[in-house]
C-alpha cells in the first residue's frame, strides 16, 4: 500500500472526505404554505412590540408619548400614526396633541411578558451565552445582539437587566461595543442535534449524526442529488461549538458544520427562524466560511426561506409540525397573545367600516383632527402596496393557501390555551 505524503498524513482526518461534488447544482425551491403562514401571521409584530416597548418600557411608563417621539428605528411598514390606528385594542391615540398611550388591554399582557422575561431570565442568559461560544472571537457586536433582542427573547431593557445579573456570562469591551464571553461552560457546548441524540440513545462525539428532513409536498430531488445528500448525511457530524478552521474550504464536511451552526442557530431562537438579512450579519460574525449564505437553498429538507412580507425569513423546518411549534417557548406563548390582540384591534376596525353614515362622519372628524400631522407626509398613492396589504390582512391572510385563517386563528387560540 503506497504511503500518503507526509502532509497528508499530519493532516486531520476531517481534512481527507472528498471536496464537494454535487453542490454546484441547483437545488430547486418549493413553496411550503404552513411555513409561510408562520412568517405572515406576523407580520406587524415587530414593530407592533418596538412600539409597545417604547410605551411601556419605562418605569414608570409615562400616561401618554407624543406621537413624533417614538423612536424612528421602529420599522413601522407605513406612517406610525396609520400603523397605531390599526390596533385601537391596543393603542389610544388623543388628537389635541397627538398622542399615544397603552390601553388597558395592553398594559396587562406587558406586565404578565414581564413575569415571563423574568422566570426565563436563567434560560436567555444560557442561549445569549452559547451564542458567544459559537464566535471564534468569544465576542459579537453588541449593536447586533441588540438587533437579535426578540429572536432571542431578552427583555427590551437586557443591557440593564440580564447581563450585570451573569458577570460570570458576560463583560463589555472596553469601549463598549462589543459583548464578550466571560466563562466557556463546556457543559453548555452541546448542541440541540447532539442533545436530541443523547436523550434518544446511543451518540458518541464523532458520530455521524443525521439532520432531520422534511419536504413540502410535491417536492422531488434529482436522483443524484438525493445520492449525494444520503452520502452527505453520513459525514461525521462536527459540533458548532468545535473549532472548524482545519477543514477543508469548499468540502462536504466543512458544509456540514456550516449546516450545523445555522441550525444551532436557529435553536437558539425563540420562534425557531430568523430573517436571512440577520442570520447573515450573524454568520459573517461567527466567521463561517465564503459561500455560507448559499447553504440555506441547497438544503430545502433542513430550513425553509419563506419570501412573504417583502423580505426573506428562514425557518427551521424540524421546530414545526404544519404552523405549529413543536416546542413552544414560554415567550412564545405571549407573542401569540400579542398577536390575538392585534386581531382584536383589527375585528374593531373592521366593524367600524360598517358603522352609518352619522358614525363615519364622527371618525372622519376625528381623522381630520389627526390630519395636521399627516399633510406633511408622503402621498397617498405612495402607499398603494401596503393598502393592499391591509385589506389582505383584514380579509385573511394568504387566501390561495389550502389551510383556512379561521383554522390557524383557532390554532393559535389553542396554543394561547397551552
Given at each position: 500500500?503506497?504511503?500518503?505524503?507526509?502532509?497528508?498524513?499530519?493532516?486531520?482526518?476531517?481534512?481527507?472526505?472528498?471536496?464537494?461534488?454535487?453542490?454546484?447544482?441547483?437545488?430547486?425551491?418549493?413553496?411550503?404554505?404552513?411555513?409561510?403562514?408562520?412568517?405572515?401571521?406576523?407580520?406587524?409584530?415587530?414593530?407592533?412590540?418596538?412600539?409597545?416597548?417604547?410605551?411601556?418600557?419605562?418605569?414608570?411608563?409615562?400616561?401618554?408619548?407624543?406621537?413624533?417621539?417614538?423612536?424612528?428605528?421602529?420599522?413601522?411598514?407605513?406612517?406610525?400614526?396609520?400603523?397605531?390606528?390599526?390596533?385601537?385594542?391596543?393603542?389610544?391615540?388623543?388628537?389635541?396633541?397627538?398622542?399615544?398611550?397603552?390601553?388597558?388591554?395592553?398594559s396587562a399582557l406587558h406586565a404578565a411578558e414581564a413575569q415571563v422575561v423574568d422566570a426565563t431570565r436563567p434560560d436567555a442568559a444560557d442561549r445569549l451565552l452559547r451564542l458567544l461560544m459559537l464566535a471564534p472571537s468569544r465576542a459579537l457586536p453588541l449593536r447586533l445582539v441588540a438587533r437579535l433582542r426578540l429572536d432571542l427573547g431578552l427583555a427590551p431593557d437586557f443591557q440593564r437587566s440580564l447581563l450585570p445579573s451573569y458577570p460570570d456570562y458576560?463583560?463589555?469591551?472596553?469601549?463598549?461595543?462589543?459583548?464578550?464571553?466571560?466563562?466557556?461552560?463546556?457543559?453548555?457546548?452541546?448542541?440541540?442535534?447532539?442533545?436530541?441524540?443523547?436523550?434518544?440513545?446511543?451518540?458518541?462525539?464523532?458520530?455521524?449524526?443525521?439532520?432531520?428532513?422534511?419536504?413540502?409536498?410535491?417536492?422531488?430531488?434529482?436522483?443524484?442529488?438525493?445520492?449525494?445528500?444520503?452520502?452527505?448525511?453520513?459525514?461525521?457530524?462536527?459540533?458548532?461549538?468545535?473549532?472548524?478552521?482545519?477543514?477543508?474550504?469548499?468540502?462536504?464536511?466543512?458544509?456540514?458544520?456550516?449546516?450545523?451552526?445555522?441550525?444551532?442557530?436557529?435553536?437558539?431562537?425563540?420562534?425557531?427562524?430568523?430573517?436571512?438579512?440577520?442570520?447573515?450579519?450573524?454568520?459573517?460574525?461567527?466567521?463561517?466560511?465564503?459561500?455560507?449564505?448559499?447553504?440555506?437553498?441547497?438544503?430545502?429538507?433542513?430550513?425553509?426561506?419563506?419570501?412573504?412580507?417583502?423580505?426573506?425569513?428562514?425557518?427551521?423546518?424540524?421546530?414545526?409540525?404544519?404552523?405549529?411549534?413543536?416546542?413552544?417557548?414560554?415567550?412564545?406563548?405571549?407573542?401569540?397573545?400579542?398577536?390575538?390582540?392585534?386581531?382584536?384591534?383589527?375585528?374593531?376596525?373592521?366593524?367600524?367600516?360598517?358603522?352609518?353614515?352619522?358614525?363615519?362622519?364622527?371618525?372622519?372628524?376625528?381623522?381630520?383632527?389627526?390630519?395636521?400631522?399627516?399633510?406633511?407626509?408622503?402621498?397617498?398613492?405612495?402607499?398603494?402596496?401596503?393598502?393592499?396589504?391591509?385589506?389582505?390582512?383584514?380579509?385573511?391572510?394568504?387566501?390561495?393557501?389550502?389551510?383556512?385563517?379561521?383554522?390557524?386563528?383557532?390554532?393559535?387560540?389553542?396554543?394561547?390555551?397551552?
Amino acid at each position: 500500500m503506497p504511503l500518503l505524503p507526509a502532509r497528508a498524513r499530519r493532516a486531520p482526518a476531517a481534512l481527507l472526505v472528498p471536496v464537494r461534488r454535487l453542490l454546484e447544482a441547483r437545488v430547486p425551491w418549493a413553496r411550503d404554505r404552513a411555513l409561510d403562514h408562520v412568517v405572515e401571521r406576523e407580520g406587524h409584530l415587530v414593530p407592533f412590540l418596538l412600539a409597545k416597548d417604547a410605551l411601556l418600557a419605562a418605569t414608570p411608563p409615562p400616561h401618554a408619548v407624543p406621537l413624533h417621539s417614538l423612536p424612528s428605528t421602529i420599522p413601522f411598514p407605513f406612517r406610525p400614526l396609520r400603523f397605531l390606528r390599526l390596533y385601537p385594542s391596543a393603542f389610544a391615540l388623543s388628537p389635541h396633541p397627538i398622542e399615544v398611550s397603552p390601553t388597558p388591554r395592553l398594559s396587562a399582557l406587558h406586565a404578565a411578558e414581564a413575569q415571563v422575561v423574568d422566570a426565563t431570565r436563567p434560560d436567555a442568559a444560557d442561549r445569549l451565552l452559547r451564542l458567544l461560544m459559537l464566535a471564534p472571537s468569544r465576542a459579537l457586536p453588541l449593536r447586533l445582539v441588540a438587533r437579535l433582542r426578540l429572536d432571542l427573547g431578552l427583555a427590551p431593557d437586557f443591557q440593564r437587566s440580564l447581563l450585570p445579573s451573569y458577570p460570570d456570562y458576560f463583560a463589555l469591551s472596553p469601549d463598549g461595543t462589543f459583548l464578550e464571553l466571560v466563562c466557556y461552560r463546556k457543559d453548555l457546548a452541546v448542541s440541540a442535534m447532539q442533545s436530541y441524540a443523547q436523550r434518544t440513545g446511543g451518540y458518541k462525539v464523532g458520530d455521524a449524526l443525521a439532520f432531520p428532513l422534511s419536504f413540502p409536498r410535491n417536492f422531488e430531488l434529482d436522483k443524484k442529488l438525493r445520492k449525494w445528500l444520503d452520502e452527505w448525511q453520513r459525514l461525521p457530524y462536527i459540533s458548532p461549538y468545535e473549532d472548524g478552521s482545519h477543514l477543508a474550504p469548499r468540502s462536504d464536511i466543512t458544509e456540514k458544520r456550516t449546516v450545523a451552526v445555522l441550525h444551532e442557530v436557529l435553536s437558539l431562537t425563540v420562534g425557531k427562524k430568523m430573517e436571512k438579512e440577520v442570520l447573515v450579519k450573524l454568520g459573517e460574525a461567527l466567521r463561517l466560511p465564503p459561500g455560507f449564505r448559499k447553504v440555506v437553498a441547497r438544503h430545502p429538507g433542513i430550513f425553509y426561506m419563506s419570501h412573504k412580507l417583502r423580505t426573506q425569513t428562514v425557518v427551521l423546518r424540524e421546530s414545526y409540525r404544519r404552523h405549529m411549534l413543536v416546542d413552544k417557548h414560554p415567550m412564545m406563548g405571549i407573542r401569540y397573545q400579542y398577536l390575538h390582540l392585534m386581531h382584536m384591534g383589527k375585528e374593531e376596525v373592521g366593524k367600524g367600516k360598517g358603522k352609518d353614515r352619522k358614525s363615519k362622519r364622527g371618525e372622519q372628524m376625528i381623522g381630520e383632527e389627526f390630519g395636521a400631522e399627516e399633510e406633511g407626509g408622503d402621498n397617498e398613492e405612495d402607499y398603494d402596496d401596503e393598502d393592499e396589504l391591509d385589506e389582505d390582512m383584514e380579509a385573511g391572510i394568504a387566501s390561495e393557501d389550502e389551510e383556512s385563517d379561521d383554522d390557524i386563528d383557532k390554532d393559535t387560540e389553542t396554543q394561547i390555551a397551552h
